[in-house]
């Protein structure tokens, strides 16, 4: 089955109109989304604005990139200290 990828903007737009009263069962059809999926986005982006969701993944990309770069500074740090217990 393939997957469909939706931006932010839609998934924003999305729980908008289910706000709104529009009814989930017809929303999820139409999106060809399961229910689990409608709900994991409520959860995730509920009361959100475009601006701020987008926000919210740069800081989610940043806040990764940062862990990917501690935890190769202290791997780095390991070995330079193994290295230097060897030597004396």
Do not use: C
């Not at 997957?3 to 737009?13: D, G, L, N, T, Y």
């Amino acid at each position: 089955m393939k997957r469909k990828r939706f931006s932010v903007e839609q998934i924003v737009a999305v729980l908008k109109q289910a706000e709104l009263g529009a009814p989930v069962a017809d929303l999820i059809r139409h999106l060809g989304i399961a229910e689990q999926t409608f709900y994991r986005w409520k959860r995730r982006y509920a009361g959100l604005e475009s601006e701020q969701v987008r926000e919210f993944k740069q800081l989610q990309d940043e806040n990764t990139k940062l862990k990917r770069l501690v935890a190769d500074l202290s791997l780095d740090k390991v070995m330079l200290q193994d290295v230097l217990a060897k030597k004396w």
